[in-house]
């Protein structure tokens, strides 16, 4: 079957940095996605990654290894306004996105 | 200027009863997706749509019936609503189905709850 895994929830001090990790298992890949999702809102696209690396865009980054089917996002110097659950997705061999849970993502001042 | 749209954002209503949930996007976007997203907070593709045809299915009970009268709509009717529903809908389009480098764009969003 196919499986997203990500932790349910992580709690970050304001200014510090946070990882957030992903494993996925997944019928073919043709890219992995972060979506960010604030509570009562639609998930806002954050990146995509579909080579093996390290991809930078601002305070985020996002980082994957397709041979261990894992990736992370990496967000630094953390505002409150990051509170928010964080999705990670994976497009398989169908181009049908498979999505995790998500990471609920609590910052405290 | 909204990009994907969705109507009602909230949706009250009895078991048993038949409801509609329209979305509408304005991106020029051939591919439209219904997602339910449950207390748990998956998100669940339930269909795909490209340029008016649908393409993905998944495992969802008949009662729910997708309508794309163009390639800018697709709305979502459910018929003999059961408690099991309740959840938020999710309608969302990207450019096209077979480039995985372009982003899904969702709307706000529709929590039903059905009583």
């Known amino acids: 079957g196919q499986n997203i895994d990500q932790p349910t929830e992580m709690t970050a001090t304001e200014g510090a940095i946070v990882q957030i990790n992903c494993t996925y298992q997944?019928?073919?890949?043709?890219?992995l996605f972060w979506y960010q999702q604030h509570a009562g809102e639609a998930p806002t696209f954050l990146s995509y990654?579909?080579l093996d690396g390290l991809e930078e865009k601002g305070r985020f980054s996002s980082f994957l290894s397709r041979s261990k089917g894992y990736s992370y996002l990496l967000l630094k110097e953390l505002q409150m306004k990051d509170s928010a659950s964080y999705l990670c997705?994976?497009?398989?061999?169908?181009?049908?996105?498979?999505w995790g849970a998500g990471t609920k993502l609590i910052i405290k001042p | 200027d909204t990009a994907v749209s969705q109507t009602p954002k909230y949706l009250v209503t009895q078991m048993g009863n038949d409801k509609s949930i329209k979305c509408e996007q304005n991106?020029?976007?051939?591919?439209m997706y219904w997602y339910k997203q449950d207390s748990k907070k998956f998100l669940k593709i339930m269909f795909s749509?490209?340029?008016?045809?649908?393409?993905i299915n998944e495992t969802v009970p008949n009662r729910f019936s997708p309508k794309s009268p163009d390639k800018a709509h697709l709305n979502l009717h459910i018929n003999s609503l059961e408690l099991g529903d309740s959840a938020v809908y999710f309608c969302?389009?990207?450019?096209?189905?077979?480039?995985?480098?372009?982003?899904?764009?969702f709307g706000p969003g529709t929590r039903l709850t059905v009583l």
């Open positions: 969302a389009s990207s450019p096209t189905r077979d480039a995985p480098a372009f982003e899904q764009f």
């Open positions: 991106l020029g976007h051939d591919t």
């Open positions: 749509y490209n340029n008016k045809e649908l393409i």
């Open positions: 997944t019928s073919g890949f043709n890219g």
């Open positions: 990654n579909v």
């Open positions: 997705a994976v497009m398989d061999s169908n181009y049908q996105l498979i």
